[in-house]
Each structure stands twice: as C-alpha cells, then as structure tokens.
C-alpha cells in the first residue's frame, strides 16, 4: 500500500502560490509507526512518500521510519520503496547517504530560473543559490533525482530558460506543472505566453533529441509516450486508490487537496481504513461530466480530483484553465513528437515506446 506521510504542516519556506496553510503540527512517533504498519498490511509492495511541508523539518521521523520498515521489510519479505519530495534547502550529506542506501527517490521542487520569483524563505530572503547549491550535492549522491517545477503566471517568462537551467544543472529528468489555487491568477495574456514558452522548450526538446541527450521532460514527454502506448493519463489518478495522504495526526483522506474535509475521510492509522469509502470513491466515473464528449477525453489529466477541487470546488468538473492548458499542450507534444519520429524512428521508439 502506498501512503503519503505529511511529517508536518510547518515549512521553511513561503511560496507565493502554495495552497497549504504551515502551522506548527508535527507528526508524532506514534502515528508515524501506525503509518508504516498500515503501507505494509495490504497489497505486494509497502510504498511511503515523505511529505509536508516541508518534511526535512522532520529528519528524525524519516530516519525512523526508514529504519522501522526496512525491518518489516526483512521480517515480512513485503518489498519497501520510498520517495520524498523537498524544497531542498535542509539536504545534506548525511542525509544522502542515508536515502541513497534506502534507495529514496528524491524529487527537488526547484523552479529553475524563476525560482526567486515565487520561492522565497519566510521572511522574504531568496531561496536560488541555495538550492542550487544543494541540487549539486543532490545530483552528486543521487544521480537519478529529479526536478519539480511550479510555474505561476509571473514566472511564464521565465519557463522555456528554466527547463534548459535544470538540464544544465545536470538533471536528466524533470516535470513542471502550472500553479493552481486561489493565489494564482491566470489571464488570457498569460497563456498566450505560456503557450509561446512551450513552444520555446519544444524547440529545445527537439535540438537535445537530435544530439541523442537522453534528457526526459515528463510534462511533454509523457503526452508523446502515452499516446504512442495508448495509455489513457486519467488512469494514473483515482481518489484514494493510487496514493492516500496521512495528516500529521493519522487521518486518511482520497488526495492533498481533501484534508480536513470531514466528507472525505477515510479513516485513521490507528482504526483502519474505511473500506466502505474508498469504494464508494473508487466506483464514481474517472471522467469529468464537462469532458464526457470530448475528443481529447483520453489524453487529458482530467481525472485529477485534487487540481479540479482546487480551480472549480468540484472534484468532477475541470476548468477553462486545465482545458485550455491541456489543450495547448497536447497540440505541441504531438508535433514534436511527429518531428522526433521522422529525425530517428529507432530512437523515438527506445525514447517513448
């Protein structure tokens, strides 16, 4: 079973666009090892995220939790797999090497070139040189991390130089995904220039692929790859099927977005999982009412409860934002695939078949 562990809800950072509250709740020891108890008491695999805030904060958690289920792990013969995502500002060595024997896979939250624009510490103070600095040492330990990027609409300008910064940086996979929420905007305008951005990285793509530079941008890329393998993206996400967050005090709930709403929840780690419920969430359609009759209906993240709650309070309606974004994206991603395909047909096929 796959969990998601928000460690705490403080974090040490104050990004323009984020939608979590930070207050001063910390996950106790307690919950923690229910936690783990429960990733390992349904299904093949025990899978936990760390997550927050930001869950550096909370280094000696993610130590015991690490060493607690790779025991059970041993004991139980349940194979255990681990991931985390940071702001990065608290990596270190030790730490690293920690991860790298538990085989963590790390995703850093770094929007490039327009990092300053968005991420700050709290307290105002920029955050760039020093996640940098610590992308260095990331990629140093574990060469396999990737990139996680937020674009808000004043970091549009920025998107396209972002994406070859990381690339730079020695990133060989990264994933940027628009900001969503009551804190971003979107205009017209800001589209126009996103898709001019995308445009611009399409372009970038196509000279890295040329030069065989193995270097995968998920947010395109997986638009090419799943269209090629007839894989529907709306698969990837079901409330409270794929990955189920557990709140600092040990509450479930179907996604991030539905914390706290008492609806939603689906139990506890101390009295189990409702099962009752996650059925009943698991049973409503994957597609949204507004994209029934669509052409695109199958190449879209439509299913995506957490970013439609978050832009319609509806988790089964989508946006004018995610259609319009989705739309545009799906639009270069088949071009470039296209192109890709007649500059080196084997190639395309190792890359995204």
């Known amino acids: 079973m796959n969990l998601t562990l928000h460690l705490t809800d403080n974090c040490n950072m104050d990004c323009s666009y984020c939608i979590r509250e930070k207050c001063p709740k910390d996950m106790s020891e307690d919950v923690l090892f229910k936690a783990c108890d429960l990733a390992f008491s349904k299904g093949t695999r025990a899978g936990l995220c760390f997550f927050g805030g930001e869950p550096l904060l909370k280094k000696d958690l993610i130590y015991k939790a690490l060493d607690y289920c790779e025991e059970r792990s041993k004991t139980t013969g349940i194979p255990f797999d681990c991931k985390m995502t940071t702001n990065g500002t608290l990596l270190d060595e030790g730490f ?12 850093l939250s770094f929007d490039g070139k327009a990092q300053d624009v968005c991420r700050i510490f709290t307290g105002g103070k920029p955050t760039s040189s020093v996640v940098e600095e610590k992308a260095g040492l990331l990629l140093k330990v574990l060469p396999g991390s990737y990139a ?22 020695g990133f060989k996979r990264v994933s940027f995904v628009i900001a969503y929420g009551k804190k971003v905007n979107w205009t017209d305008d800001d589209l126009e220039a996103l898709r001019e ?7 970038y793509l196509k000279e890295l692929f040329i030069k065989k530079d193995m270097f995968f941008m998920s947010t395109i890329g997986s638009k090419i790859s799943d269209c090629i393998r007839g894989k529907n993206p709306a698969e990837r996400c079901h409330l409270g099927v794929r990955q189920m967050p557990v709140t600092p005090g040990g509450d479930l709930y179907p996604c991030t977005s539905f914390i706290g709403d008492e609806r939603y929840l689906l139990g506890n780690v101390f009295d189990g999982i409702n099962e009752a419920k996650v059925l009943e969430l698991a049973k409503r359609s994957s597609v949204p009412m507004t994209c029934a009759g669509c052409d695109l209906v199958k190449r879209c993240t439509n299913s995506c409860g957490c970013a439609n709650r978050m832009n319609t309070g509806n988790e089964n ?13 799906i639009e270069i991603s088949d071009r470039l695939g296209e192109e890709l395909y007649q500059i080196d047909p084997e190639l395309f096929a190792r890359v995204f078949a």
Do not use: N
């Not at 951005?197 to 372009?203: M, S």
């Open 96 to 107: 690293l090497e920690r991860a790298k024997k538990a085989d963590m896979g790390i995703g």
């Open 148 to 169: 996680l990027a937020t674009i808000a609409p004043q970091a549009v300008p920025y998107y396209a130089e972002s994406v070859k910064h990381l690339h730079d940086l």
């Open 197 to 203: 951005q995308l445009e611009l990285t399409a372009k």
């Open 317 to 329: 309606q989508v946006s004018p934002l995610q259609c319009t974004y989705e739309r545009m994206l």
